[in-house]
């Protein structure tokens, strides 16, 4: 069956870096996109970034020009390298693929940017 599974969260400094990592299974991963979403409580879940099955990427106005989606085929891996963390990036961070019209989604992981 589907299964994405994130690491990498933490606590970090403002200004700091953090690289999560979505590892996928059960499912043919060069053949799909995937992408990061992210939540706070109280708030809906928002698309962070995108990755298509050709590596075109795109990202919320937000987080433009600091975090960077990409993709390993040979691993099944997605990540988010996130730089320049802001206060306002703590949320869970989710990744998540689209298969036959069916959205699969990780457990998340808990990102905290705080001094």
């Known amino acids: 069956q589907v299964q994405l599974v994130e690491s990498g969260g933490g606590l970090v400094q403002p200004g700091g870096s953090l690289r999560l990592s979505c590892a996928a299974s059960g499912f043919t991963f060069n053949n799909y996109g995937m992408s990061w979403h992210r939540q706070v409580p109280g708030k809906e879940r928002e698309l962070v970034a995108s990755i298509t099955r050709a590596a075109i990427t795109n990202y919320a106005d937000s987080v433009k020009d600091r975090f960077t989606i990409s993709r390993d085929n040979a691993k099944n891996m997605v990540y988010l390298q996130m730089n320049s963390l802001k206060p306002e990036d703590t949320a869970v961070y989710y990744c998540?693929?689209?298969?036959?019209?069916?959205?699969?989604w990780g457990q998340g992981t808990q990102v905290t940017v705080s001094s």
């Open positions: 998540k693929t689209r298969l036959l019209w069916t959205d699969y």
